[in-house]
């Protein structure tokens, strides 16, 4: 690999205002309010992400998760514009090939979100289906993160070969959006992870 300085933006999960406001003020580089209880993209009410949004400073992004995959395409579709009209910036999709996410992405490319973005998730301990990074980014995405459904099961390097995650990247920035890592993370991972040179690494732990 090339002998270059790398780094990421730092993505902090919280799952309410004393975190998101905790992990803003150590410089977090986006806020992501998400509901780990609920499963690996489990989503917290809205009030409490329409909390966290009014207690982070403005010039810090704030993203949330809508939960798990499901194959219920209305039922996603309402999730995301509930969670967009909760003045969030990001919101993460979660994306499977078994849960229709073909169409989801088609919908989705007609759904009027206003000015926020879109990030798909990928659950790689569920099956890698890199196929659907060049349908996110023709669908409008602004990014996708790879992550882990079974925290058990260790953290995503653990679970995940490094010529697979270097292909995830790959084909990420390859459909013009940028990559991000989670699932399980911990900083003894970061120096070899920023070698795939992802543009996000997401944390809960931290």
Not at 1 to 9: C, G, H, L, P
Not at 105 to 115: I, K, M, S
């Given at each position: 690999?090339?002998?270059?300085?790398?780094?990421?933006?730092l993505l902090a999960s919280v799952t309410n205002e004393t975190e998101a406001l905790l992990c803003a003020h150590l410089a977090?580089?986006?806020?992501?309010?998400?509901?780990?209880?609920?499963g690996a993209l489990g989503a917290l009410p809205v009030p409490t992400v329409k909390a966290i949004r009014a207690r982070v400073p403005r010039h810090v992004p704030v993203s949330a998760t809508i939960g798990d995959p499901t194959g219920d395409i209305e039922a996603t579709?309402?999730?995301?514009e509930a969670m967009a009209a909760a003045g969030v910036d990001?919101?993460?999709?979660?994306?499977s090939a078994k849960s229709g996410a073909a169409l989801l992405?088609?919908?989705?490319?007609?759904?009027?979100?206003?000015?926020v973005l879109l990030v798909g998730v990928l659950l790689a301990d569920q099956g890698l289906e890199l196929e659907l990074a060049k349908r996110a980014g023709d669908a409008g995405f602004a990014g996708l993160m790879l992550d882990t459904a079974d925290k058990k099961r260790g953290a995503l390097p653990d679970v995940v070969p490094a010529a697979a995650l270097q292909a995830f990247v790959?084909?990420?920035?390859?459909?013009n959006m940028f990559a991000g890592f989670a699932g399980s993370l911990r900083a003894e991972h970061v120096p070899d992870l920023l070698e795939f040179a992802p543009d996000v690494l997401g944390f809960r732990g931290g």
């Open positions: 690999m090339e002998n270059v300085r790398r780094t990421a933006r977090a580089d986006i806020i992501d309010a998400k509901n780990p209880l609920q579709l309402r999730a995301a990001i919101v993460k999709i979660g994306l992405l088609r919908r989705l490319a007609q759904t009027h979100l206003g000015d790959s084909a990420t920035h390859g459909a």
